[in-house]
């Protein structure tokens, strides 16, 4: 059960940062989009 647990909070830190950068990605892409990059600080 504990490995278990430690699996998935590893899996949940990864998806956090892909979704992070994945968001700066955006940002950068759009750069005159602010209303995209206000709404991506609420995701």
Same mark, same amino acid.
């Given at each position: 059960m504990?490995?278990?647990?430690?699996?998935?909070k590893?899996?949940?830190?990864?998806?956090?940062v =892909?979704?992070r950068?994945?968001?700066?990605? =955006?940002?950068?892409?759009?750069?005159?989009?602010? *209303?995209?990059? *206000?709404?991506?600080?609420? =995701?």
């Amino acid at each position: 059960m504990n490995r278990f647990s430690l699996a998935k909070k590893k899996f949940v830190t990864s998806l956090k940062v =892909i979704e992070r950068y994945t968001n700066v990605f =955006i940002l950068v892409s759009h750069p005159s989009s602010d *209303e995209n990059a *206000e709404a991506l600080y609420y =995701i």
